[in-house]
């Protein structure tokens, strides 16, 4: 399954070229994991291989949307099929701007839950670290975000999650991608 994903990784995520990423750097390397996760057979396996990173005592996973939708519907499905029973949540970028002006999406657990942060990329950990404080406020405990590929820019991605309190989990590595 591990050599299947990373095929895919490598085939329809991985670019070579000059790119700005969303933390603004500039990068030859681009991992882009949506055009796998949104394939059946890519979100069924990416998914049942976070299922061996969650926590136990995990009620749910989440992420901020829009890169962690894909993973944390995923991880929901198939944990349902092999009855643990984890449910999904989706962090917004802000507030819903109407209604309970919520920043948590789905069927929320109750308070001092564990749940586990779902990322597609880390580089900085900004993205997993505005889900998680958003999670903490609500009342959640979270102490651990898997990713799908760690980028590996250094130790800023590591350091930041540390600094949060935060063990870090990553599938693959760019290195990985680039061989």
């Not at 404080?133 to 651990?144: N, P, T």
């Not at 590929?149 to 870090?168: I, Y």
Request: hydrophobic share 40%; charged share 30%.
């Amino acid at each position: 399954m591990r050599e299947e994903v990373l095929e895919l990784l490598k085939s329809d995520a991985y670019k070579k070229g000059e790119y700005t990423l969303a933390s603004g750097r500039k990068s030859e390397h681009y991992v882009n994991c949506k055009p796998v996760t949104l394939t059946a057979r890519g979100l069924t396996l990416v998914s049942l291989m976070f299922l061996e990173f969650i926590e136990k005592e995990s009620v749910a996973v989440a992420g901020l949307t829009l890169g962690a939708d894909p993973l944390v519907s995923g991880v929901a499905v198939v944990s349902a099929l092999e009855h643990r029973m984890i449910d999904a949540l989706i962090v917004r970028k802000e507030a819903k701007g109407h209604g309970t002006g919520a920043w948590i999406e789905g069927k929320l657990p109750s308070e001092g839950s564990r749940v586990t942060v779902l990322e597609d990329v880390v580089t900085t950990g900004g993205s997993s670290i505005k889900a998680v404080e958003k999670l903490r406020d609500a009342g959640y405990v979270v102490d651990r975000v898997v990713a799908i590929v760690n980028r590996q820019e250094g130790t800023e991605a590591d350091d930041a999650m540390k600094k949060a309190g935060l063990e870090l989990f990553s599938i693959f590595s760019l290195e990985e991608l680039t061989k």
